[in-house]
């Protein structure tokens, strides 16, 4: 679905993604691990045309991004940033509704009745649905990251791509939002998310690529990404790495 | 917290959101229009009526089958009538503007003479007065000055903030902010200098006023107050976008920088019409759009529209007072606009709950 080849970029004069190459299959769930300031974020914003190529190119379905027109992008690809500081005027059922918007065409102006059903079911499938009639103000954060992802789901996207969609959040809402993309991955949804959890990433993707410095470091299975060496090496600390039995992937702890 | 009134949860404007069947929004955003529609039409009446010469309504009825030629009817058609369009025209546009701005920066503080605007159209009508224009090219060298002064300030503000390939909208303000700062030092430079008979007309101009004694200008102000309200209703969605962040705006599809230049244009024409022909009217373009927040909600597509029409009665209500409180003589109808705006927008924000 995605292709990033030899892919450069950066802001201005700052190049932040050097020499890139990966591919992400159709119905994929991959994660995106690196320390801080590896270049997960650009790598989000690269994949979804906000910051063009200074080198390479990524495809979509075989197409550059770049050379797509803004709407026709937005309907296919929808993107969970992290939660941008002032809240939106608006109710729950409205921020939702904004995600039918890449839909409509130039000068139209009111939602249609297939509209809000689509709203109301991507409310219904994060659980939030009691929350419509709500001010965004008014949401915890949890709520508001379903919220979200709600709204990314009314866009109707073939690939979703998520900035941290777990940072900030408790324990229950992370484990909630990870089982809630497993499970739209299930139905056909290809999903690049950039994760700072080792091991939810682990846990929940079947693809794991690791940046460091702006460089692909490593790509793969967890299995093949998640190892002592090359986690201590990357993050400059020292962990260990224990398969537990009962579950899939390879799970990290810290040492003191 | 808990046990709050559950219906202060829902945000205003929502409240029969979720019947179900057509979007009921719909009838609700068509109910305020209506209801600011007719604030408007009885504001309207209210400063046809009233005066230095008093017109009771039933005779105003009368005049307007009897015809042209009496003393009345000139005072109704010729004197007041204009001076309502023009406030409608003035105040929807600011208040239009103020929304545009405010929804672009996402920045509550920001108001149509944020940018500098008022500073440039000011600066233009000081030259221009004390170059002696009005007596040699006439009485429309004094909005033409000023309209000239705030399209140069905006050329200059524009042209600082969008080197390189986007505009970057903190930039932009903060360049709109200083600029604004040299021209009222400019001004105050100028007045410093100039004659004594020259400072009466520079501050009667800065204080705003709805005379206006040219119908033709008018009528210019006013279609293109109208069409800026019209054209900037085509982004009313953008606009919602917009407020998510310009981030956010990109990811569902908007041209983030054809739509910001385009809409930073339309508020610029529009303030720059509307400064150019009355004056620095304040407050107008600040508090209506905030005020109509509170009423009907954070939607472009029914605050556009709320704010035009209560934005227009606020200006012409505005006016009629400063007409009639100390009559024959008038107050600068800026001073209402700031005492009665102000006034009732602290009072908004004691009531209720409200987040920008």
């Given at each position: 679905m995605v292709k990033v080849e030899d892919l450069s970029c950066g802001y201005g004069k700052e190049i932040?993604?050097?020499d890139m190459s990966f591919e992400v299959k159709t119905g994929q769930f991959v994660g995106l691990i690196g320390p801080n300031g590896s270049g997960k974020t650009t790598m989000i914003r690269a994949i979804s045309g906000l910051l063009s190529p200074q080198k390479g190119v990524i495809l979509l379905n075989g197409k550059p991004?770049?050379?797509?027109r803004r709407r026709e992008l937005a309907s296919k690809i929808a993107v969970v940033t992290q939660s941008p500081e002032p809240t939106p005027p608006f109710s729950v059922e409205e921020f939702v509704l904004l995600g039918r918007v890449p839909h409509w065409?130039?000068?139209?102006l009111l939602e249609t009745k297939r509209d809000v059903e689509i709203a109301e079911r991507a409310m219904t499938l994060t659980g939030i649905s009691s929350l419509?009639?709500?001010?965004?103000?008014?949401?915890s954060g949890g709520q508001r990251q379903l919220a979200n992802l709600a709204r990314a789901l009314a866009q109707g996207p073939d690939l979703l791509l998520l900035d941290?969609?777990?940072?900030?959040?408790?324990i229950g809402h992370q484990v909630h939002i990870m089982r809630l993309l497993k499970k739209l991955n299930t139905e056909a949804l290809t999903i690049v998310a950039v994760l700072h959890d080792l091991n939810l990433a682990s846990l929940y993707c079947q693809r794991l690529i690791l940046l460091n410095k702006g460089r692909l470091r490593s790509a793969g299975h967890p299995k093949e990404v998640l190892t002592e060496e090359i986690i201590n090496e990357v993050y400059e600390t020292s962990i260990v790495v224990k398969e537990d039995p009962y579950i899939s992937g390879p799970l990290v702890f810290p040492v003191q | 917290m808990c046990n709050r009134n559950p219906k202060s949860e829902i945000p205003p404007g929502?409240?029969?959101?979720?019947?179900?069947?057509?979007?009921p929004k719909y009838y609700t955003w068509i109910g305020w229009t209506f209801f600011l529609i007719t604030i408007l039409l009885g504001v309207v009446v209210f400063s046809l009526a009233v005066g230095a010469v008093d017109l009771p309504l039933r005779k105003a009825f009368f005049l307007l089958t009897k015809g042209p030629g009496t003393p009345e009817y000139a005072i109704l058609f010729e004197v007041r009538l204009p001076r309502i369009l023009l406030g409608l025209a003035v105040g929807g546009g600011l208040a239009i503007s103020g929304v545009i701005l405010q929804g672009m920066?996402?920045?509550?503080?920001?108001?149509?003479?944020?940018?500098g605007i008022s500073g440039g159209a000011a600066l233009g009508v000081c030259l221009n007065i004390v170059a002696d224009g009005p007596r040699v090219f006439g009485p429309l060298a004094t909005p033409a000055s000023g309209f000239l002064g705030a399209m140069g300030i905006i050329f200059l503000v524009y042209a600082i903030s969008a080197r390189g390939e986007a505009i970057r909208l903190s930039r932009l303000l903060l360049i709109g902010v200083m600029v604004s700062f040299m021209a009222s030092s400019l001004i105050m430079l100028v007045m410093a200098v100039t004659r004594t008979e020259d400072l009466h007309g520079i501050i009667f101009w800065i204080m705003?006023?709805?005379?206006?004694?040219s119908s033709s200008l008018i009528r210019v102000t006013l279609f293109i107050s109208l069409g800026g309200m019209m054209l900037s209703f085509l982004f009313a969605v953008d606009l919602n976008a917009l407020s998510l962040g310009e981030e956010e705006a990109f990811h569902l599809g908007v041209e983030v920088d054809r739509v910001k230049k385009t809409l930073f244009v339309i508020a610029s024409l529009l303030t720059g019409c509307c400064v150019a022909v009355a004056g620095i009217i304040g407050f107008v373009g600040l508090v209506v759009p905030h005020l109509m927040r509170l009423l009907?909600?954070?939607?472009?597509?029914i605050l556009l529209v709320a704010s035009y029409i209560s934005g227009a009665a606020f200006l012409i209500l505005c006016d009629t007072l400063a007409r009639v409180v100390i009559a024959p003589t008038e107050f600068p109808v800026g001073v209402i606009t700031g005492l009665v705006g102000g006034a009732v927008f602290i009072y908004a924000m004691s009531r209720k709950s409200y987040s920008f």
């Open positions: 932040v993604l050097k991004v770049s050379r797509k065409s130039r000068f139209q419509s009639g709500r001010g965004m103000g008014k949401l941290e969609p777990t940072a900030h959040l408790d | 929502h409240r029969h959101l979720r019947v179900g069947g057509r979007n920066f996402r920045n509550p503080l920001v108001e149509p003479y944020t940018l705003g006023s709805l005379e206006e004694p009907v909600g954070g939607d472009h597509r």
